[in-house]
DNA sequence: TGAACGTATGAACAAATAATCATACGATCA
DNA sequence: TGATCGTATGATTATTTGTTCATACGTTCA
């Protein structure tokens, strides 16, 4: 089956569920400006959570978030955790949204 | 500012809570279900209610969220409520999730 | 007009979730 | 080795959110 075909047939109800799940991830305000922080550039927690003026904590958790959807990666540098954006869907994904807000 | 350049500056940080907000709509299984069912035809609440096994109640409440983030219409044939696909962005991010999913 | 139908909506409740706090873990360096 | 730095994580709490229940609204038709 190719990708295309494979695209127009019927979505499986199980399917649906993990994208539901995989739009919640995107669904949060604070995962949001992680995620475009990182468009821009890799950084590291502390740096995360100073430019995004929130705790080390929370950042850490919602990356913990973004880490298990497969959104961002990370990089291990010394004692810093270096987070990257993973793949460019998310890209793709943000523009879609920002091109439905904008109409 | 062309449509390109727009996508290409900065978003605004009040645009990232919009996109968070927008977001959070596909992120609910039931709305992800209601969308997909409206991909394949319009539908008006009880059918809806029916297909997915569901209260006409739940339906319609989601169907109030999904009308205010302008994901769906409606139109009105005597007592019904007839609601159908808003815009094709809908498509674009829905497709775009599932090639994420599928990687 | 009144009954029946399809839909919308407010209130209430249960479940999910994001931030905080405290603390643990691993790496670096004196 | 012990101290410090950067990060991860469990528990708790406050808030958000989806469903249910009851009911109201608008349309059709006898």
């Given amino acids: 089956m190719t990708k295309k075909e494979q695209k127009n047939r019927l979505i499986p109800e199980e399917e649906l569920y993990d ?3 995989l739009f919640k ?6 995962r949001i400006r992680i995620l475009f922080a ?3 550039k890799e950084l590291c927690v502390n740096d995360l959570a100073a430019e995004l003026n929130m705790t080390q904590s929370a950042i850490s958790h919602q990356l913990k978030i973004l880490r298990n959807a497969r959104l961002v990666g990370l990089r291990r540098e010394g004692k810093q955790s270096v ?3 993973k793949d460019d869907h998310v890209r793709t994904i943000i523009d879609q949204g920002r091109e ?3 109409e």
Same sequence: chains 1, 2.
């Fill in 19 to 21: 994208l539901a799940e």
């Fill in 25 to 30: 991830v995107f669904g949060d305000s604070t």
């Fill in 38 to 40: 990182l468009f821009l």
């Fill in 83 to 85: 987070y990257f954006l």
């Fill in 100 to 102: 439905h807000i904008e």
